[in-house]
T-cell receptor
Framework: GAGVSQSPSNKVTEKGKDVELRCDPI?????LYWYRQSLGQGLEFLIY????????KSGLPSDRFSAERTGGSVSTLTIQRTQQEDSAVYLC????????????FGPGTRLTVL | GIQVEQSPPDLILQEGANSTLRCNFS?????LQWFHQNPWGQLINLFY???GTKQNGRLSATTVATERYSLLYISSSQTTDSGVYFC????????????FGTGTRLQVTL
């Protein structure tokens, strides 16, 4: 079946612009996660959605970052007023039922802030 | 928070050789996954193994949760095994996130 998909695959933007990154989880998976991978920080958690529960935003690095999940499926990660340190690969993952289960990752969006 | 250490950080093997990658973690876990990140950046699931032993072809993994470590064995390595191997854990009783180790970069040469 189809895996996790993300768009765009690459995004180049200018410092100060806003960007939106999209994630389509595996059909039927109720849990959705955002991570980012950068050279200096490795792979780090950003935010987690589970069903209709309030999201776990504990990993968001600043209030310029926000995410939403509409209809329990597609998620959008928004970065406002982008900075050069936001340059990274943003990875989305989904898992069935709850976070005890295996997480599956999408191909990522490579964000470059000039 | 939980700490995850992987060793060795870098490994160069000749094709056909065997290797063992190690993941140590500092607290109890209820999820442990091994991933292979290919040269295109895709994280490929290898094993979901919070405890016990699993095998899949030339790869196998063992997690000893009581001693807080996991091992990934690669036998008869091939050039397509090259890439970065990550261990990731979910700390029992805490947030849902996976905490990743810093990875082992494997290069398999002819």
């Amino acid at each position: 079946g189809a895996g996790v998909s993300q768009s765009p695959s690459n995004k180049v933007t200018e410092k100060g612009k806003d960007v939106e990154l999209r994630c389509d989880p595996i059909s039927g998976h109720t849990a959705l996660y955002w991570y980012r991978q950068s050279l200096g920080q490795g792979l780090e958690f950003l935010i987690y959605f589970q069903g209709n529960s309030a999201p776990d935003k504990s990993g968001l690095p600043s209030d310029r970052f926000s995410a939403e999940r509409t209809g329990g499926s597609v998620s959008t990660l928004t970065i406002q007023r982008t900075q050069q340190e936001d340059s990274a690969v943003y990875l989305c993952a989904s898992s069935p039922e709850n976070s005890y289960n295996e997480q599956f990752f999408g191909p990522g969006t490579r964000l470059t802030v000039l | 928070g939980i700490q995850v250490e992987q060793s060795p950080p870098d490994l160069i093997l000749q094709e056909g050789a065997n290797s063992t990658l190690r993941c140590n973690f500092s607290d109890s876990v209820n999820n442990l996954q091994w991933f292979h990140q290919n040269p295109w950046g895709q994280l490929i699931n290898l094993f979901y193994i919070p405890s016990g032993t699993k095998q899949n072809g030339r790869l196998s993994a063992t997690t000893v949760a009581t001693e807080r470590y996991s091992l990934l064995y690669i036998s008869s390595s091939q050039t397509t095994d090259s890439g970065v191997y990550f261990c990731a854990v979910r700390n029992t009783g805490t947030a849902s996130k996976l905490t990743f180790g810093t990875g082992t970069r494997l290069q398999v040469t002819l």
